[in-house]
């Protein structure tokens, strides 16, 4: 099993759609986690930080089921501007500071 | 203010020659790792720097690849004799402070051709 998960899509929405993305992970010390978004030939930027259940800020809610070893992203109100690849970031606290990425997701918004 | 800038921003090399990649982070930033993506692929993390801590090697591929980082300043990220699977986007990040607290910040990346 990979460390780090995630359907690599592409998930192919219609404007103002929900769309959700999961990410498994495989280390169950992970205390934090986090969402990434990556344009197409650009570096990925910080979406969003998860470091206890969940967390929302506007359209993005992120959770986390500990249980389950599981992130989900939830995107309402889709946007064309949303269509990018969505990396999935757990930290190894096993392995010094290494940060393991998922694969990513890659989501296509069309009009 | 300035953000993680890396150079060159784009090269091409032959197969055999030896590559240098250049990093600047975000002044201030005790943290530095460099990551290799290859053409629709994640992110492989390569090296990790803090502060004046030995680097953390463990996803260096070959001993082809070797990183150094003065201070808490400017990285190099040296490859030798290249082959043409080291094509890829070769990734810098800098944050205040350890991986999982702190946000990273990424360069622009080199995209490394290997002919």
């Given at each position: 099993?990979?460390?780090?998960?995630q359907?690599?899509?592409?998930?192919?929405?219609?404007?103002?759609?929900?769309?959700a993305f999961?990410c498994?992970?495989?280390?169950?010390?992970?205390?934090?986690?986090?969402?990434?978004?990556?344009?197409?030939?650009k570096?990925?930027?910080?979406?969003?930080?998860?470091?206890?259940?969940?967390?929302?800020?506007?359209?993005?809610?992120a959770?986390l089921n500990?249980?389950?070893?599981?992130i989900?992203?939830?995107?309402?109100?889709?946007?064309?501007?949303?269509?990018?690849?969505?990396l999935?970031?757990?930290?190894?606290?096993?392995?010094?500071?290494?940060l393991?990425?998922?694969?990513?997701?890659?989501l296509?918004?069309?009009? | 203010?300035a953000g993680?800038?890396?150079?060159?921003?784009?090269?091409v090399t032959?197969?055999?020659?030896?590559?240098?990649?250049?990093?600047d982070?975000i002044?201030?930033?005790?943290?530095?790792?460099?990551y290799?993506?290859?053409?629709?692929?994640?992110?492989?993390?390569?090296?990790?720097?803090?502060?004046?801590?030995?680097?953390?090697?463990?996803?260096l591929?070959?001993?082809r690849?070797?990183a150094?980082?003065?201070?808490e300043?400017?990285?190099t990220?040296?490859?030798q004799?290249?082959?043409?699977?080291d094509?890829a986007v070769?990734?810098?990040?800098?944050?205040?402070?350890?991986a999982?607290?702190?946000?990273?910040?990424?360069?622009?990346?080199?995209?490394?051709?290997?002919?």
């Amino acid at each position: 099993r990979k460390e780090v998960e995630q359907d690599p899509g592409p998930f192919n929405v219609p404007e103002g759609a929900t769309v959700a993305f999961n990410c498994t992970y495989s280390n169950s010390a992970s205390q934090s986690f986090f969402w990434y978004r990556q344009d197409c030939r650009k570096e990925p930027k910080l979406l969003m930080s998860v470091y206890s259940s969940g967390n929302e800020d506007g359209r993005f809610t992120a959770q986390l089921n500990r249980a389950s070893q599981y992130i989900s992203l939830l995107i309402r109100d889709s946007k064309l501007s949303d269509s990018a690849t969505y990396l999935c970031v757990v930290p190894d606290n096993n392995a010094g500071n290494m940060l393991t990425f998922g694969g990513g997701t890659r989501l296509m918004v069309k009009p | 203010g300035a953000g993680v800038s890396q150079s060159p921003s784009n090269k091409v090399t032959e197969k055999g020659k030896d590559v240098e990649l250049r990093c600047d982070p975000i002044s201030g930033h005790t943290a530095l790792y460099w990551y290799r993506q290859r053409l629709g692929q994640g992110l492989e993390f390569l090296i990790y720097f803090q502060g004046n801590s030995a680097p953390d090697k463990s996803g260096l591929p070959s001993d082809r690849f070797s990183a150094e980082r003065t201070g808490e300043s400017v990285s190099t990220l040296t490859i030798q004799r290249t082959q043409q699977e080291d094509s890829a986007v070769y990734l810098c990040a800098s944050s205040l402070g350890v991986a999982g607290l702190y946000e990273q910040y990424f360069g622009p990346g080199t995209r490394l051709t290997v002919t």
